[in-house]
C-alpha cells in the first residue's frame, strides 16, 4: 500500500518567517495530495490540495509544490502569523474512494 | 449548514467492552469515511461508506466494524476493545467519493479503553 513520511514532526518559527513541511510517497498511481491543518480539540481542515498533473499551486500565504518524478510535495507558508501555529498532515489518495494516506503530521508553532 | 457532527466525544471504556461511535454528515454529503488518530501513526483509514454500501477498508482487524443508513448516518462499532484502541476517531464525510471534494472532518470521539 501506499506510504506517506513526512518531516519534521515539529517546527517552531518566528512570527513572519517562512515554514517549510515536506512529505514523500511510495506509490506512483497517488494522483491527488491535499493538505490539513488541524487545530487543539478539533478536526483536520482542508487547507490546500493539489493534483499530480500541476506542478505548485499558491493560496495568498500558502503554498504547495509537487514533484511527481522524486515522489514528493512540500507546503510553504510565509509570512507566518500566531494562528498558523497547529498540526498539519499531509495526505495523498489514488483517487479510489475518499481514502486517504496521511503523514504523521507536523506541529508547527510561530512565536510572536 | 451544520458540520459534521459526532457522538458521544469522549467516553471510557474497559477491556473487551464493546462500543459504538455515531456521525452524522454534512446536509447532502452521501459519503462518510472514518479514520483513526493515535499520536504515533498520525490519521489512519478504517473504512469508507457511500449510499449504505462500505467502499473501501482500511488494514484494521474485524473487530471494527461500521454501517451507513439510508439518512447518510453512519455508526462505527469496535468490539472486545484493547487497550491499543485508545485513540480519536474522526469521521469525514465528503459530496462524492473520489476526489472531488474536499473531507469535512468532525471534531472526532475520543476514546480511551482502561
Keep these: 500500500g501506499e506510504n506517506v513520511e513526512q518531516h519534521p514532526s515539529t517546527l517552531s518559527v518566528q512570527e513572519g518567517d517562512s515554514a517549510v513541511i515536506k512529505c514523500t510517497y511510495s506509490d506512483s498511481a497517488s494522483n491527488y495530495f491535499p493538505w490539513y491543518k488541524q487545530e487543539l480539540g478539533k478536526g483536520p481542515q482542508l487547507i490546500i490540495d493539489i493534483r499530480s498533473n500541476v506542478g505548485e499551486k499558491k493560496d495568498q500565504r500558502i503554498a504547495v509544490t509537487l514533484n511527481k518524478t522524486a515522489k514528493h510535495f512540500s507546503l510553504h507558508i510565509t509570512e507566518t502569523q500566531p494562528e498558523d501555529s497547529a498540526v498539519y498532515f499531509c495526505a495523498a489518495s489514488k483517487g479510489t474512494g475518499n481514502q486517504f494516506y496521511f503523514g504523521t503530521g507536523t506541529s508547527l508553532t510561530v512565536i510572536p | ?114
Design chain 2, 1 to 114: 449548514k451544520a458540520g459534521v457532527t459526532q457522538t458521544p466525544r469522549y467516553l471510557i471504556k474497559t477491556r473487551g467492552q464493546q462500543v459504538t461511535l455515531s456521525c452524522s454528515p454534512i446536509s447532502g454529503h452521501r459519503s462518510v469515511s472514518w479514520y483513526q488518530q493515535t499520536p504515533g501513526q498520525g490519521l489512519q483509514f478504517l473504512f469508507e461508506y457511500f449510499s449504505e454500501t462500505q467502499r473501501n477498508k482500511g488494514n484494521f482487524p474485524g473487530r471494527f466494524s461500521g454501517r451507513q443508513f439510508s439518512n447518510s448516518r453512519s455508526e462505527m462499532n469496535v468490539s472486545t476493545l484493547e487497550l491499543g484502541d485508545s485513540a480519536l476517531y474522526l469521521c469525514a464525510s465528503s459530496l462524492s467519493v473520489g476526489h472531488t471534494g474536499e473531507l469535512f472532518f468532525g471534531e472526532g470521539s475520543r476514546l480511551t479503553v482502561l
